[in-house]
């Protein structure tokens, strides 16, 4: 078996290729993080002494395990893997992966290998030749660090969109949970809009024996139906929004959610969720997934100035060629071949561009000013949000423990109004005003807790939602 014979002059192409590509540098300005355009500090001190989470829990903990109802956790993981949504995010992080390994590949020399042959025929005599080649075509030797800085840009824009698939699985997960959240307090609403007219009826057939005996009068009666009508109208309310609540879980969930993963009242907030932290320090914030894509933009733009200044600059390109050329097709794989090669570099020098350059190194300079300004605003934004969310938790639960003493107190005057109307110690007017005041602060109360849970949800969320530095690869 003959073996095809490599001559040195192709040996050394893979060793030249490496001394090319040894000492490549980068005129892209030196990346220092900006300084937090905000205070240092996120403490709320009405709520310091809160026994939630610590802060790196906070920044940490699995939405698994903050989220408490293991109803809610199979929606949610139901969610990560059908929503559509996600699902196009998901593949822009695919395809900004493949475009970063694309820009790379043009840092390493690409190598190329050819047999060819001719037969021709001059004079009645008729001439062959064939050759086997490998070399380089049209290799730029990254002298400024324009492909090196081209391929960190890319490389960020990459990492851009890691984060932000991140967010939008934060995203995702908290709009899954308020969604089911509202299914459950318009369920409550439904339950409570039946109770009351069940009340009613029963204060209604009262008035009527009444109204027949001479005791009450016909306005009494027209009162009494007032509460019951109400009641009737919340129940169709409440129905429609129960159905509708449904249809954009399924829509974000992306498939048919089973009943039995469904809420039929709004839970106790401790057991939905765990708490959240109280007092935090602003540096947290640069750990959302949202933060972090900002601030990959931002060294993203940076690279692309370095890819302008490299522009200013020679410009140096490589061909090269080596193989071996025999006029018999056999030679080249005996030994009997003649060595050939080429090597043909090419140097560019830009002399007059009609600003061209300037051009693009003034616009490389104003979008990272851009990306400067929106990294910027991405952390004030997620400071309110944090801030927003501390000042709710701040007097939630004051206002919780409020309205359930206002309801307390509302059903007790019912039942003493009511039970003075039966005896015929006080007017049906009292009743009925003691009923209408009980219903508004059962409703209110049923909004209070899901304001609780929502609190404590979007706490969690603006917090990083525990996704921060992890996987985007796992729900």
Same mark, same amino acid.
């Given at each position: 078996?003959?073996?095809?014979?490599?001559?040195?002059?192709?040996?050394?192409?893979?060793?030249?290729?490496?001394?090319?590509?040894?000492?490549?540098?980068?005129?892209?300005?030196?990346?220092?993080?900006?300084?937090?355009?905000?205070?240092?500090?996120?403490?709320?001190?009405?709520?310091?002494?809160?026994?939630?989470?610590?802060?790196?829990?906070?920044?940490?903990?699995?939405?698994?395990?903050?989220?408490?109802?293991?109803?809610?956790?199979?929606?949610?993981?139901?969610?990560?893997?059908?929503?559509?949504?996600?699902?196009?995010?998901?593949?822009?992080?695919?395809?900004?992966?493949?475009?970063?390994?694309?820009?790379?590949?043009?840092?390493?020399?690409?190598?190329?290998?050819?047999?060819?042959?001719?037969?021709?025929?001059?004079?009645?005599?008729?001439?062959?030749?064939?050759?086997?080649?490998?070399?380089?075509?049209?290799?730029?030797?990254?002298?400024?660090?324009?492909?090196?800085?081209?391929?960190?840009?890319?490389?960020?824009?990459?990492?851009?969109?890691?984060?932000?698939?991140?967010?939008?699985?934060?995203?995702?997960?908290?709009?899954?949970?308020?969604?089911?959240?509202?299914?459950?307090?318009?369920?409550?609403?439904?339950?409570?809009?039946?109770?009351?007219?069940?009340?009613?009826?029963?204060?209604?057939?009262?008035?009527?024996?009444?109204?027949?005996?001479?005791?009450?009068?016909?306005?009494?009666?027209?009162?009494?139906?007032?509460?019951?009508?109400?009641?009737?109208?919340?129940?169709?309310?409440?129905?429609?929004?129960?159905?509708?609540?449904?249809?954009?879980?399924?829509?974000?969930?992306?498939?048919?959610?089973?009943?039995?993963?469904?809420?039929?009242?709004?839970?106790?907030?401790?057991?939905?969720?765990?708490?959240?932290? +109280? #007092? /935090?320090?602003?540096?947290?914030?640069? %750990? $959302?997934?949202?933060?972090? !894509?900002? &601030?990959?933009?931002?060294?993203? =733009?940076?690279?692309?100035?370095?890819?302008?200044?490299?522009?200013?600059?020679?410009?140096?390109?490589?061909?090269?060629?080596?193989?071996?050329?025999?006029?018999?097709?056999?030679?080249?794989?005996?030994?009997?071949?003649?060595?050939?090669?080429?090597?043909?570099?090419?140097?560019?020098?830009?002399?007059?561009?009609?600003?061209?350059?300037? +051009? #693009? /190194?003034?616009?490389?300079?104003?979008? %990272? $000013?851009?990306?400067?300004? !929106?990294? &910027?605003?991405?952390?004030?934004? =997620?400071?309110?949000?944090?801030?927003?969310?501390?000042?709710?938790?701040?007097?939630?639960?004051?206002?919780?423990?409020?309205?359930?003493?206002?309801?307390?107190?509302?059903?007790?005057?019912?039942?003493?109004?009511?039970?003075?109307?039966?005896?015929?110690?006080?007017?049906?007017?009292?009743?009925?005003?003691?009923?209408?005041?009980?219903?508004?602060?059962?409703?209110?109360?049923?909004?209070?807790?899901?304001?609780?849970?929502?609190?404590?949800?979007?706490?969690?969320?603006?917090?990083?939602?525990?996704?921060?530095?992890?996987?985007?690869?796992?729900?």
């Amino acid at each position: 078996m003959t073996k095809l014979m490599v001559p040195r002059s192709i040996r050394i192409l893979p060793l030249a290729g490496a001394i090319l590509l040894a000492g490549c540098s980068s005129l892209a300005p030196d990346y220092a993080r900006p300084t937090l355009p905000l205070t240092d500090e996120l403490q709320n001190q009405s709520v310091a002494d809160s026994q939630g989470l610590s802060n790196q829990q906070a920044m940490q903990l699995p939405w698994q395990s903050f989220i408490k109802e293991a109803r809610l956790t199979q929606v949610i993981e139901l969610a990560l893997s059908n929503n559509r949504s996600l699902r196009q995010t998901l593949a822009d992080v695919e395809a900004a992966r493949a475009s970063y390994r694309i820009q790379r590949a043009d840092l390493l020399p690409q190598l190329n290998a050819g047999l060819s042959g001719t037969r021709s025929e001059s004079s009645g005599t008729i001439s062959s030749s064939y050759e086997a080649e490998v070399g380089l075509s049209g290799y730029e030797i990254d002298l400024f660090g324009k492909n090196r800085s081209l391929s960190d840009a890319q490389m960020e824009a990459y990492l851009a969109s890691e984060a932000t698939a991140k967010a939008a699985k934060i995203t995702l997960i908290s709009e899954i949970a308020n969604a089911w959240l509202t299914l459950a307090a318009d369920q409550s609403a439904l339950q409570l809009a039946n109770e009351t007219q069940r009340n009613a009826k029963q204060a209604l057939a009262i008035t009527q024996q009444r109204l027949t005996l001479g005791v009450d009068s016909q306005i009494d009666m027209v009162s009494a139906e007032t509460v019951y009508h109400s009641a009737r109208a919340d129940i169709a309310l409440y129905t429609t929004q129960v159905a509708q609540d449904l249809n954009a879980l399924r829509l974000l969930v992306g498939e048919h959610v089973d009943s039995s993963l469904l809420p039929h009242a709004l839970p106790d907030s401790d057991a939905l969720v765990t708490d959240v932290p +109280a #007092g /935090l320090s602003s540096a947290v914030l640069l %750990q $959302r997934p949202d933060v972090l !894509a900002a &601030e990959h933009s931002l060294k993203s =733009a940076n690279a692309n100035i370095g890819v302008a200044r490299a522009a200013y600059f020679p410009s140096l390109s490589l061909t090269t060629t080596g193989g071996i050329a025999s006029t018999v097709l056999g030679d080249l794989f005996s030994g009997g071949a003649s060595s050939i090669w080429t090597i043909a570099p090419s140097l560019s020098l830009p002399i007059f561009d009609g600003g061209a350059n300037d +051009a #693009g /190194l003034a616009y490389s300079e104003a979008q %990272q $000013r851009k990306s400067l300004a !929106a990294y &910027e605003y991405a952390i004030q934004t =997620a400071f309110k949000e944090v801030t927003d969310a501390l000042a709710r938790r701040a007097t939630i639960q004051a206002q919780l423990n409020a309205q359930e003493a206002l309801v307390a107190s509302a059903n007790r005057h019912y039942a003493l109004s009511l039970a003075r109307y039966e005896n015929g110690v006080d007017s049906f007017q009292n009743t009925l005003e003691a009923q209408r005041t009980l219903y508004s602060a059962q409703q209110a109360l049923i909004s209070t807790r899901q304001t609780d849970l929502d609190n404590r949800i979007t706490l969690y969320r603006v917090l990083g939602g525990g996704l921060a530095e992890s996987d985007t690869t796992q729900g």
